[in-house]
């Protein structure tokens, strides 16, 4: 029922009611409903049009279209969260961020989101995955977003690591060595800015390197990754700087989401 409602919700038109409906149902079951799962894949699939499935869906009373890849279960699980409400701002915030740095940018579900409540604000895209940088400039592009987009992964410094498709949910950089080698950079963080950060495990090197400088974010929007092994240091992290932590979390979780707005930055 709840993936009901949201797609009425946020869906424009019955064709995208129904495709968002799929695609909220589809990030919601159990991998054990493979029946119900392939039967949900076949019918979105069914709407692509030259390989491309656009969904017409309201953020912030803004219509947006986001494409995703016929056949590609990660975009149609992303457009899932998308119709769930992924990355909703808390109800207040000290001040209007100065910018958008989406870190993990994949597609661009979060560009589209934070450009819907923030359409002046500039916006940063790091992507390392060449097929996810063609898909993400579609769906900037498409929604009139000009983006700066750099096709690197992020790390806690200037270095060429290791991009391994498999280990994770959209891929992870690493030090192991692998046929992908990838170029890896720390993130331009301007003062004041909305950033996110789901990177595969990276947070741990990347957060505390962006929270030394004098240049903080304002928001921050962050998945965690190996949260029952090692999550709580970056709460302890986030805590130290100030930062007030949104999200319901177990220390048991393998991996969450929270949001923190940090104190003192007017």
């Not at 457009?79 to 740095?101: D, F, H, K, N």
């Not at 030394?212 to 992290?237: K, M, T």
Request: one cysteine or more; aromatic letters at 10%; proline letters at 6%.
């Amino acid at each position: 029922m709840q993936s009901l409602s949201n797609a009425f919700r946020h869906g424009v038109g019955l064709k995208n009611i129904y495709t968002a409906f799929l695609c909220s149902a589809l990030m919601r079951m159990g991998d054990y409903r493979r029946g119900l799962r392939a039967a949900c894949i076949r019918a979105i699939s069914r709407f692509a049009v030259g390989g491309q499935i656009p969904l017409r869906i309201k953020i912030q009373k803004k219509v947006v279209t986001f494409h995703m890849r016929k056949g590609n279960i990660a975009d149609y699980l992303i457009a899932g969260e998308m119709v769930q409400g992924e990355y909703q701002l808390p109800t207040t915030l000290p001040s209007r961020p100065t910018a958008i740095v989406d870190g993990g940018a994949n597609i661009g579900m979060f560009s589209l989101i934070s450009h819907s409540y923030f359409p002046e604000l500039p916006v940063i895209c790091y992507e390392p995955d060449k097929e996810n940088l063609v898909q993400l400039n579609k769906n900037l592009q498409f929604n009139g977003i000009k983006a700066k987009v750099i096709g690197k992964a992020l790390w806690s410094e200037e270095e060429t690591l290791y991009y391994h498709p498999s280990l994770s949910y959209a891929g992870k950089v690493s030090r192991e060595p692998s046929p992908y080698p990838m170029e890896c950079c720390k993130p331009e963080v301007p003062a004041g800015c909305w950033l996110k950060l789901d990177i595969e495990g990276a947070e741990y090197e990347v957060l505390p390197v962006v929270l030394a400088n004098d240049s903080r974010p304002l928001l921050i929007s962050l998945e965690i990754h190996y949260f029952s092994e090692r999550g709580q240091s970056i709460i302890d992290l986030l805590q130290a700087y100030n930062y007030k932590i949104y999200g319901n979390y177990s220390p048991d979780d393998a991996c969450v989401n929270i949001t923190a707005v940090a104190s003192g930055i007017a």
